[in-house]
């Protein structure tokens, strides 16, 4: 009966759209020299794609199709090739812009960095089990395989307390909070942490992730010291 209940509401749409949304804000204010083309031609984009996404499922994640999921992956891939030459473009100026726009990059990387986040986060929810739709509306022997084990998916034979809200007690399911928490973790410690990547794309997306949060972050710290140095 708790499967049934939750294949008919799906997952909320609001927070995933809320997300995106801010991941579009966040590159749409970086500073000109951070920005691919004209600064509005790319979030122009991705809101449109967010939009027509949105369409589809209004509320809930219920209906699935394969020119949405090819619109929401396109989405994904968009939200992170730009970010990722933003960050290249950042590299480059921290390195080579003097102190005086110090505070203007260290800004910026902040953006970059918590774009990654959401962006990664996106992805990995996009991806597991086959994305949002699939994950409450299929029955778990037809799910793909997992790309990352979850603490839930191993409480089980806990204590009753722990127990009572693992995967296979309450029929628990990951949602988009769940890959953002997990997102942040990995480009804060620089590795998984409570939840693991199974598959091969996971452990490459994982990787990539928490190497370009060390790139930023090293780079962040030495600009801040040396602009305090001068």
Same mark, same amino acid.
């Given at each position: 009966?708790?499967?049934?209940?939750?294949?008919?509401?799906?997952?909320?749409?609001?927070?995933?759209?809320? /997300? /995106?949304?801010?991941?579009?804000?966040?590159?749409?204010?970086?500073?000109?020299?951070?920005?691919?083309?004209?600064?509005?031609?790319?979030?122009?984009?991705?809101?449109?794609?967010?939009?027509?996404?949105?369409?589809?499922?209004?509320?809930?994640?219920?209906?699935?199709?394969?020119?949405?999921?090819?619109?929401?992956? =396109?989405?994904?891939?968009?939200?992170?090739?730009?970010?990722?030459?933003?960050?290249?473009?950042?590299?480059?100026?921290?390195?080579?812009?003097?102190?005086?726009?110090?505070?203007?990059?260290?800004?910026?990387?902040?953006?970059?960095?918590?774009?990654?986040?959401?962006?990664?986060?996106?992805?990995?929810?996009?991806?597991?089990?086959?994305?949002?739709?699939?994950?409450?509306?299929?029955?778990?022997?037809?799910?793909?395989?997992?790309?990352?084990?979850?603490?839930q998916d191993e409480d089980a034979d806990a204590i009753v307390e722990v127990r009572?809200?693992?995967?296979?007690?309450?029929?628990?399911?990951?949602?988009?909070?769940?890959?953002?928490?997990?997102?942040? =973790?990995?480009?804060?410690?620089?590795?998984? =942490?409570?939840?693991?990547?199974?598959?091969?794309?996971?452990?490459?997306?994982?990787?990539?992730?928490?190497?370009?949060?060390?790139?930023?972050?090293?780079?962040?710290?030495?600009?801040?010291?040396g602009s305090l140095g001068q």
């Amino acid at each position: 009966m708790v499967a049934t209940a939750r294949a008919r509401r799906g997952e909320a749409r609001l927070p995933s759209a809320l /997300v /995106v949304v801010v991941a579009i804000a966040l590159y749409a204010l970086l500073p000109e020299q951070l920005v691919i083309g004209p600064r509005l031609v790319i979030p122009g984009l991705e809101v449109a794609l967010l939009v027509a996404l949105v369409c589809v499922n209004p509320y809930r994640m219920t209906r699935d199709t394969p020119w949405s999921r090819i619109a929401a992956l =396109t989405l994904v891939c968009l939200i992170a090739v730009a970010n990722a030459v933003a960050l290249v473009l950042l590299l480059r100026q921290l390195v080579t812009t003097g102190s005086d726009e110090a505070v203007e990059l260290l800004i910026a990387a902040g953006q970059v960095w918590l774009t990654n986040v959401i962006v990664y986060g996106i992805a990995y929810w996009e991806l597991d089990r086959g994305g949002p739709v699939a994950r409450t509306h299929l029955p778990r022997v037809r799910l793909p395989p997992a790309d990352f084990r979850f603490p839930q998916d191993e409480d089980a034979d806990a204590i009753v307390e722990v127990r009572i809200r693992s995967s296979r007690a309450s029929d628990w399911v990951p949602t988009v909070v769940d890959y953002l928490y997990m997102s942040l =973790t990995n480009s804060s410690a620089f590795s998984p =942490t409570d939840t693991m990547p199974l598959s091969t794309r996971a452990k490459v997306l994982m990787g990539i992730e928490s190497t370009s949060a060390l790139f930023i972050s090293v780079l962040v710290i030495a600009k801040g010291v040396g602009s305090l140095g001068q």
